[in-house]
């Protein structure tokens, strides 16, 4: 079982060299994705690679958090890991649960293995500031309602993925919301999902989103709509499907084709 381990970055100055440090003592092959980050996280990433062995994505002009996420995938199928565990660089992700990851994929029994802040109380170590948490619990909720998932946190971006599986997923959200397109997909596909404690770090408090999505109701409005659409698009296009095999004549099953009466 090949794995990468794919880590988004953008203007993490102040951990990126530290988080990349650990996660090589725990991981071989390592993807940054640094995206048009305007402090020194560009110089820091090119003192250190050379000894840590890095894969390097660069963006001049900064694409996002999705735009990231969904490079990562692609460069995970093009590098042929089967498994593409994504973590964050400002250290609310410990590497030492990347084994955790490992384990849980090597059941070979999901497809999304996602990390749960959540899901056990002992590894509650901080707590989040009341929007995130608000936010996270409403979104998780109605993701839980709509797909008959029992997810208990949606929004961790400390994921291991089926390379295969997303493969099959029709993504292009650039940004935040990201999350939310992706169990939308994960439910039109039939993806099995499941969950693994991880630890609740929180370690910033002035961190922000930008882009107006520091607004609360903004962001929630945001992500709803990001939810929306892709289920509303799965629905069109599975609907398309669904019409082009009624007109089609299948395979012969023996008796009467429909398109012969
Ligand atoms: N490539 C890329 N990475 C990003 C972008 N925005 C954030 N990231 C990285 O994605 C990870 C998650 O971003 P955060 O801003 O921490 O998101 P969050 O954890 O939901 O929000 P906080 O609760 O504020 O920490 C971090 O490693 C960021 O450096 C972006 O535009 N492009
Ligand atoms: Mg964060």
């Known amino acids: 079982m090949r794995t990468l381990i ?11 060299e530290s988080v ?9 092959d390592v993807l940054v994705i640094d995206d048009g980050s305007t402090d020194d996280t560009a110089e820091i990433i090119n003192r250190v690679r050379p000894e840590l062995g890095l894969d390097l994505i660069r963006h001049e002009a900064n694409a996002g958090y999705g735009r990231a996420m969904r490079e990562a995938f692609a460069r995970a199928h093009r590098g042929g890991y089967d498994w593409v565990i994504t973590m964050d660089c400002d250290e609310q992700h410990e590497p030492g649960s990347i084994p955790a990851f490992i384990d849980a994929a090597r059941q070979d029994d999901l497809d999304i293995v996602s ?69 939308a997909e994960a439910n039109a596909h ?9 630890r609740l770090i929180y370690n910033d408090y002035n961190r922000t989103f930008g882009g107006g999505l520091d607004d609360p109701q903004v962001r929630l409005r945001h992500y709803r709509e990001v ?34 009466s």
């Not at 794919?6 to 102040?14: G, L, M, R, S, W």
């Not at 990349?20 to 071989?28: E, I, M, N, P």
């Open 115 to 183: 990390g749960s802040r959540y899901l056990d109380p002992r590894f509650a170590a901080d707590r989040p500031p009341e929007d995130r948490r608000t936010i996270n619990k409403a979104l998780t909720t109605e993701i839980n309602a709509r797909f008959g998932f029992e997810l208990t946190d949606a929004f961790c971006g400390f994921k291991a993925h089926r390379v295969s599986a997303m493969r099959r997923l029709r993504l292009d959200d650039d940004g935040y919301a990201f999350p939310m397109q992706l169990w």
């Open 20 to 28: 990349l440090r650990t996660v090589r003592r725990h991981a071989g």
């Open 6 to 16: 794919a880590i988004p970055v953008y203007n993490e100055a102040a951990t990126v």
């Open 190 to 198: 039939g993806l099995r999902v499941g969950e693994i404690p991880v």
């Open 227 to 260: 939810l929306d659409a892709a289920i509303e698009r799965s629905a069109r296009l599975d609907a398309q499907t669904a019409t082009r095999t009624v007109g089609t004549p299948g395979p012969c099953c023996g008796g009467p084709c429909p398109s012969e």
